[in-house]
């Protein structure tokens, strides 16, 4: 059964930084192309970054130069740097996995930023 778990969020003050990760298990993590995505109260889930398994990168626009995808397919792990944190970019961060029809969903973890 796949499984994606996602850890490292919590409460940081505005400026901080944070590291998220998510870990997987059970499938073939190189060939997926890994995203993270986040949904703040009454707004839809929105992708912040993407990242495929030959390790190109996508960002919203909202984070780039301040948050970094990364993944180490040795691990199964793929990471969400966010530094320069701001009280928007307070949201449930959920981990995704995809690759042709298949897809997959991680839990979520809160990130909440104080200004």
């Known amino acids: 059964q796949v499984q994606l778990v996602e850890s490292g969020g919590g409460l940081v003050q505005a400026g901080g930084s944070l590291r998220l990760s998510c870990a997987a298990s059970?499938?073939?993590?190189?060939?997926?192309?890994m995203g993270w995505y986040r949904q703040a109260p009454g707004k839809q889930r929105e992708l912040v970054a993407d990242?495929?398994?030959?390790?190109?990168?996508d960002y919203a626009d909202s984070v780039k130069g301040r948050f970094t995808i990364s993944r180490d397919n040795a691990k199964n792990t793929v990471y969400l740097q966010m530094n320069s944190l701001k009280p928007e970019d307070k949201a449930v961060y959920y981990c995704?996995?995809?690759?042709?029809?298949?897809?997959?969903w991680g839990q979520g973890t809160q990130v909440t930023v104080s200004s």
């Open positions: 995704n996995a995809h690759w042709g029809n298949y897809e997959h």
């Open positions: 059970e499938f073939i993590f190189s060939i997926y192309a």
């Open positions: 990242i495929t398994g030959a390790g190109s990168t």
